[in-house]
């Protein structure tokens, strides 16, 4: 069935050190989205990236979405401790269009200050 | 407040007990998704909803499962007979649209024990 891998599982760095995750189908993707969630929260929607090749930015985090849309990425420049949390990228999976999500299983990040 | 929100947002209880939750979404989505995230997992799919009707259920949900959202607003999900392997956090999320962002609450804690 359809899935997404995320990697790395988990990553340590020093503040002010830049961050990335990357997301991988084995099928080509509708649209991508990525979501954050602190320690002891709940998902937050970050970004939705739809078209090949697509790169969209907010402030220090670069989404990009790959040139076959089986693969994304998130890239955050010169990390902070407010980044904290594991960052989850999600397909909208199955027939039809209930717009489930499939999440990978998502990059917890921990900044040490 | 204008988000999701889920009640309760904690549950213990003894194996072999009834639980229900509640989630109420924001106001205009008629789409209702519930989802279960175990620790140091992404969220999984659970069942979905366009407005009363449930279109969609995973075969994660199993028969001692059943959610229902009877005028299209609120949704309650009841699990029956309760089994360790239940303890999980159940998100409830809502969304305007298939391809859109998906809202989530800040989820029911249960504790089986």
């Known amino acids: 069935g359809q899935q997404v891998m995320q990697i790395p599982q988990y990553q340590h760095v020093q503040e002010g050190e830049d961050f990335t995750t990357y997301c991988n189908s084995s099928?080509?993707?509708?649209?991508i989205q990525w979501y954050k969630q602190r320690p002891g929260g709940h998902p937050v929607f970050l970004i939705q990236?739809?078209?090949?090749?697509e790169v969209k930015k907010q402030k220090r985090l670069t989404f990009q979405f790959g040139e076959a849309k089986k693969n994304s990425s998130l890239h955050i420049t010169a990390t902070q401790t407010t980044d904290v949390g594991t960052y989850f990228c999600?397909?909208?999976?199955?027939?039809?269009?209930?717009?489930?999500?499939?999440f990978g299983q998502g990059t917890t990040l921990q900044v040490k200050p | 407040d204008t988000g999701v929100s889920q009640d309760p947002r904690h549950k213990i209880t003894k194996r072999g007990q009834n639980v229900t939750f509640r989630c109420d979404p924001i106001?205009?989505?008629?789409?209702l998704y519930w989802y279960r995230q175990t620790l140091g997992q992404g969220p999984e799919f659970l069942t979905y909803?366009?407005?009363?009707?449930?279109?969609?259920k995973s075969r994660l949900l199993s028969d001692r499962f059943s959610a229902e959202r009877p005028k299209g607003s609120f949704s309650t999900l009841e699990i029956q007979r309760t089994e360790q392997g239940d303890s999980a956090m159940y998100l409830c999320?809502?969304?305007?649209?298939?391809?859109?962002?998906?809202?989530f609450g800040p989820g029911t804690r249960l504790t089986v024990t």
């Open positions: 909803f366009q407005n009363e009707a449930q279109l969609e």
């Open positions: 106001s205009e989505h008629n789409r």
């Open positions: 099928t080509t993707l509708s649209n």
């Open positions: 999600a397909e909208r999976g199955g027939s039809g269009n209930t717009g489930k999500l499939i």
């Open positions: 999320a809502s969304s305007p649209g298939a391809g859109l962002a998906g809202y």
């Open positions: 990236l739809v078209k090949s090749g």
